[in-house]
């Protein structure tokens, strides 16, 4: 069946250090890749995806690549800011086959920006 | 106004109590679903629908009871809580033509 492994945190940093937070997965064919957001208090948000092999979602300064030869979709940021402490979610989805429908989540990684 | 809304957003209960939770939407989106998230455990499928007529299980629906009233509403019952019930619980939907899901600000139940 398919599964997630992310990093398990939690990860401390301080402001304007450089993010990374490892996922890796497995599962047949094509998934699509997600991350999502868990600001305290909130629901999770769609961060970015990758929908095929070699590519690269972005948004609000994050990026993840889409890497199939090593099965991962590593998030990355340059400069993280305060407001960017949260849990992070990294996710995959069968795109055909009738389980498009089916998210399957890693464990979730806990950061937390200092000033 | 949130797309996605679930009430309460806050619950303390006794064992043995009857709970309902509800989400409604207004995204339009025909599929929706039920997952609770445990510390260290990331997040659990509980149900999903397809559509109003159309309700399935997920991963861990033992104790769990569903309604889709509508296309737009779709509840959540714990006909007997029991304390290992105790967690966040999260609506999300989805549109069928794309597999990414958007969630409501979650409901945290506490059975005491």
């Known amino acids: 069946g398919n599964s997630v492994t992310q990093m398990e945190g939690p990860v401390t940093l301080s402001e304007e250090a450089f993010l990374t937070i490892n996922c890796t997965y497995t599962?047949?064919?094509?998934?699509?890749l997600f991350w999502y957001v868990q600001y305290p208090g909130e629901g999770l948000q769609l961060l970015l995806k990758?929908?095929?092999?070699?590519d690269k979602g972005s948004n609000k300064g994050f990026e993840a690549t889409y890497r199939k030869e090593t099965t991962s979709f590593h998030l990355e940021k340059g400069s993280v800011q305060v407001s960017d402490s949260a849990v992070y979610f990294c996710?995959?989805?069968?795109?055909?086959?009738?389980?498009?429908?089916?998210?399957?989540f890693g464990k979730g990684t806990l950061l937390t920006v200092n000033p | 106004d949130a797309d996605v809304t679930q009430t309460p957003r806050n619950r303390i209960t006794k064992t043995g109590k009857r709970i309902m939770l509800e989400c409604s939407q207004t995204?339009?989106?025909?599929?929706m679903y039920w997952y609770r998230q445990d510390p260290g455990l990331g997040l659990r499928l509980i149900y999903y629908?397809?559509?109003?007529?159309?309700?399935n299980k997920g991963e861990i629906s033992d104790g769990y009871s569903v309604s889709r009233q509508a296309q737009a509403k779709f509840s959540l019952s714990l006909e007997s809580a029991i304390p290992n019930q105790t967690a966040l619980y999260f609506c999300?939907?989805?549109?069928?033509?794309?597999?990414?899901?958007?969630f409501g600000p979650g409901t945290r139940l506490t059975v005491l």
């Open positions: 999300a939907t989805s549109d069928s033509r794309y597999n990414e899901q958007f």
């Open positions: 599962a047949t064919g094509y998934p699509s």
């Open positions: 990758a929908t095929k092999a070699d």
């Open positions: 996710a995959l989805s069968q795109n055909s086959g009738g389980s498009n429908y089916k998210l399957t």
């Open positions: 995204k339009g989106h025909d599929r």
């Open positions: 629908s397809f559509d109003v007529k159309d309700i």
